[in-house]
């Protein structure tokens, strides 16, 4: 099945600068793949997603980059805020429906 | 007010016993799903359902049980087999089915705690 790996499990870094978190997958027929933010003590809500006809994606500050040969997917948000503290999810579909989650990335926004 | 709803948000429980946890959704959603979420180990899916009358496994669904006997609910029992079972639920529906997947709308969680 599909496996997800995702890195790193925390980050911190400085008001203004960016922030990058990878995935890599391991199914080749995934197609879909969901960023979720997950603030302390909320419910985890999608931020972006990319499907895989595309090689990139960008909302505002956040974009999604993905290498379909290499099976990895990133995240990078620029120009960071104190509200962009939180836990950053990745996934992948595995089949019809079926989200398979990366561990997850706790990113840390320092003023 | 449209969203899913889960109950209890806290729930404390006895080794031996079972409990259900219960997901409602107003959304028309088709699918509907339950993760398990520890420190450190993402979510990782134990059932979904992507119609009524219908669920699969997923990847922890040992010591757990589902139903989906109705399109807008979605209870997951906690058996007393589940070796470990503290630890914060969350359900999750999609508006969509097949091929094409939908985002993810979760409920605020619940958090079982066995004593």
Not at chain 1, 71 to 92: G, M, N, R, W
């Amino acid at each position: 099945g599909e496996n997800v790996e995702q890195h790193p499990s925390t980050l911190s870094v400085q008001e203004g600068d960016s922030a990058a978190i990878k995935c890599t997958y391991s199914d080749s027929a995934s197609n879909y793949f969901p960023w979720y933010k997950q603030e302390l003590g909320k419910r985890p809500q999608l931020i972006i997603d990319i499907r895989s006809n595309v090689g990139e994606k960008k909302d505002q500050r956040i974009a999604v980059t993905l290498n379909k040969t290499a099976k990895h997917f990133s995240l990078h948000i620029t120009e960071t805020q104190p509200e962009d503290s939180a836990v950053y999810f990745c996934a992948a579909i595995q089949g019809a429906q079926k989200l398979v989650f990366g561990q997850g990335t706790r990113l840390t926004i320092n003023p | 007010d449209g969203g899913i709803t889960q109950s209890p948000k806290y729930l404390f429980r006895k080794e031996g016993q079972n409990v259900t946890l219960s997901c409602e959704q107003n959304l028309n959603h088709d699918a509907m799903y339950w993760y398990r979420q520890d420190p450190g180990q993402g979510l990782r899916l134990i059932y979904y359902s992507q119609i009524v009358n219908d669920f699969q496994k997923g990847d922890i669904a040992e010591g757990y049980s589902v139903s989906r006997e109705k399109k807008e609910s979605f209870p997951l029992t906690v058996t007393s087999a589940q070796k470990n079972p503290t630890a914060f639920y969350l359900c999750a529906s999609s508006p969509r089915t097949g091929g094409d997947t939908g985002e993810l709308f979760f409920g605020e969680g619940s958090r079982l705690t066995v004593l």
